[in-house]
């Protein structure tokens, strides 16, 4: 989905949404979605006797628990960074993309601060191709992405310093997905390229970290999928 300003007559431009807003605002459309719902219901009804008073108050608990989902902060302990991956997961199924994560170090962990944002149509396989030259799916693009954002946050801080997205996404091909690829024998590659085949490591990786509850690598990943996964497929 994607959204255009048609109609600013009305509309305001703000630094910061408070609370103290976002509550008015919230308040505003539920009297007004509630009126348009009576309205209907009283010329044409609602489909299943709903109401439309508690249609309106469901829609702003969906609102809510949505703006906590994108909005709330999580700690992860250092070795498990699979789960900044499982959270972006959700997110993206939302249909948010994720391409800023704020690191902020708390005791012995990591609070992981995600700053979602609404993106149109094949933006992932644009994206992707833009900074790697990698051509694929927006599925897998957007699963690869993840995992250049990843390596960026893991660069920056042993810099201690923001590392830009360009200069990552060179570091990720020659530090991540060319081990990754060139370990695979070429007879057991399938026909499939390369970024299909890490797009694959990159879910044995997932079904593994799950398994033992930490995060276990790219190179025993990449390891593991080659002699569990394309050998067993090939036989």
Do not use: C
Request: hydrophobic letters at 40%.
């Amino acid at each position: 989905m994607a959204a255009y300003l048609v109609d600013a007559e009305t509309g305001e431009l703000l630094d910061d949404l408070t609370d103290h807003r976002r509550e008015f605002d919230l308040e505003l459309a539920h009297t007004n979605i509630a009126g348009d719902l009576m309205d209907l219901d009283a010329s044409v009804g609602l489909p299943g006797q709903l109401d439309p008073i508690d249609l309106a108050d469901s829609l702003l608990v969906r609102y809510e628990n949505l703006w906590a989902e994108l909005t709330r902060s999580d700690v992860f302990d250092p070795e498990d960074q699979y789960l900044i991956e499982k959270r972006i997961g959700r997110l993206n199924e939302l249909g948010f993309d994720v391409e800023e994560m704020e690191i902020t170090t708390v005791d012995n962990g990591k609070q992981v601060k995600m700053v979602p944002r609404v993106v149109e149509h094949w933006h992932h396989k644009r994206r992707l191709a833009s900074l790697t030259g990698l051509q694929v799916q927006e599925n897998q693009a957007r699963r690869l992405l993840n995992s250049l954002n990843r390596y960026r946050i893991i660069l920056s801080e042993q810099e201690g310093r923001d590392v830009p997205l360009p200069v990552a996404a060179y570091r990720w091909i020659s530090e991540v997905f060319n081990p990754s690829v060139q370990i695979i024998p070429h007879d057991l590659k399938g026909g499939l390229d390369d970024a299909e085949l890490f797009h694959e490591i990159l879910e044995h990786r997932w079904y593994l970290s799950e398994e033992r509850h930490q995060d276990v690598g790219m190179p025993y990943a990449a390891q593991s999928y080659v002699d569990n996964v394309l050998r067993q497929r090939h036989h």
